[in-house]
């Protein structure tokens, strides 16, 4: 235990000993370019599955993460120009239309915007993760920790949901050559 209570001392004072502020180096600034390109286009697939799905708790969902997107979106522009970095092209918002009226050749199932919206959030834990290790400046850290955390947390309400609709996809079970198989 003091092991820990160590390493989280080390951490917090690390976060408050840089004064004055270092430039961004090259990979923290292709990591904030990179992540708001991808969350800009992720916020038009969560405004395409608010467009399409019927499902109340899907749909809720897909409104929770847009509006978790939309922070992190505004929060990584408001760093890249305070350091001056250009902001990449992003992708327009989806006008508002009503799932009912999404042509069926067009329109994805329940199924498959849970799963997709799933796949972005196992996407965006790992790019925040490897984002936050490579990070040097405290106060860049700080912006990946959070989004981690905002991730984590959406995605640990995704998964009973998917379990709860029958849509998580799992692999099979693995049964180990001659272990009881019940």
């Known amino acids: 235990m003091p092991e820990i209570i160590q390493a989280v ?10 004064k004055p502020k270092s430039p ?18 992720e916020l038009v697939h969560s405004e395409a599955g608010i467009n399409s ?15 978790m997107l939309k922070s992190q979106k505004e929060r990584l522009i408001i760093l890249m120009r305070s350091e001056g970095v250009p902001l990449p092209p992003l992708n327009e918002s989806k006008p ?14 329940d199924d498959e915007l849970a799963n997709s ?5 196992v996407l965006g834990i ?42 998580l996809k799992a692999p099979p079970f693995f049964h180990p050559p001659g272990s009881p198989i019940h």
Request: aromatic fraction near 10%; glycine fraction near 4%.
């Open 53 to 67: 799905t019927t499902d109340p708790e899907l749909s809720k969902a897909f409104h929770e993460v847009a509006k």
């Open 9 to 18: 001392k080390s951490v917090v004072q690390s976060f408050m000993d840089e």
């Open 24 to 41: 961004l180096h090259v990979g923290e600034v292709m990591s904030c370019w990179s992540f708001l390109s991808e969350i800009a286009a």
């Open 117 to 121: 919206l799933n796949i972005k959030l």
């Open 126 to 167: 790992t790019f925040c993760a490897d984002a936050l290790t490579q990070s040097v400046r405290s106060d860049v850290s700080l912006i990946w920790l959070k989004f981690l955390q905002e991730y984590m947390t959406f995605g640990a309400t995704m998964k009973p949901l998917l379990k709860k609709r029958g849509w």
């Open 96 to 109: 508002v239309s009503l799932p009912l009226e999404v042509p069926p050749g067009v329109k994805l199932t």
